[in-house]
């Protein structure tokens, strides 16, 4: 383990955790709750796993909001 580990707080934003990461080196930062005492590990597939499922859900919503025929991607493209 680290001799100092990187603790945040559980209202730290997905950019931050993963701004902290890149800076440190690290893969995984540990979340503390309001009184300071671990509450859980973030990851950098956690992460991952949020930038992937805000993507899709960003995808989503375009593809419910904008005609098909007023889309910037090729029918042949789109899925």
């Known amino acids: 383990m680290t001799r100092d580990p990187v ?7 997905i950019g931050a955790l993963a701004r902290m990461m890149i800076d440190a080196h690290i893969h995984r930062v540990i979340v503390a709750d309001y009184k300071g005492k671990p ?6 597939t ?3 796993a949020a930038v992937a ?3 899709q ?9 904008v005609p098909r025929s007023e889309s910037l991607v090729p029918e042949h493209l789109s899925t």
């Open 53 to 55: 499922h805000a993507d």
């Open 39 to 44: 509450a859980g590990i973030v990851s950098s």
């Open 57 to 65: 859900s960003r995808d989503q919503v375009h593809k419910d909001q």
């Open 7 to 13: 603790i945040v707080g559980p209202n730290t934003s």
């Open 46 to 48: 956690d992460v991952l």
